[in-house]
């Protein structure tokens, strides 16, 4: 069975140092960091799940967490500039056992 990634961004603003950490060394485990709390994830449904319901588990409710699909179409217009501006090629990935 093929697996289906698309490209989420994943944006967080964590109250707590502590847990800031956490939160970024969980999201580069998923993605490429594209500044200082926004990453770029090329993820499957699964992988996505998976991700927020790590954060669920890491986060308060006073942090906050925003995860954007990105459609074909959308990725197609992406305008980036800077060292890591292609979002053609997937991400770096490492998995989290």
């Known amino acids: 069975m093929a697996?289906?990634?698309?490209?989420?961004?994943?944006?967080y603003d964590v109250r707590d140092p502590k847990r800031l950490r956490r939160?970024?060394?969980?999201?580069?485990g998923y993605g490429?960091?594209?500044?200082?709390s926004?990453?770029?994830?090329r993820l499957s449904a699964c992988d996505c799940e998976r991700l927020r319901y790590e954060l669920r588990?890491?986060?308060e409710l006073e942090d906050r967490v925003l995860i954007i699909p990105?459609?074909?179409r959308c990725e197609a217009k992406v305008a980036s500039q800077g060292k890591d501006s292609g979002w053609t090629d997937p991400a770096p990935r490492v998995n989290i056992l």
């Open 38 to 41: 926004v990453f770029r994830c």
């Open 23 to 28: 939160a970024a060394k969980l999201v580069e």
């Open 32 to 36: 490429t960091r594209l500044q200082y």
């Open 3 to 11: 697996t289906d990634l698309r490209w989420h961004l994943v944006c």
């Open 57 to 59: 588990l890491l986060l």
């Open 70 to 72: 990105l459609c074909v």
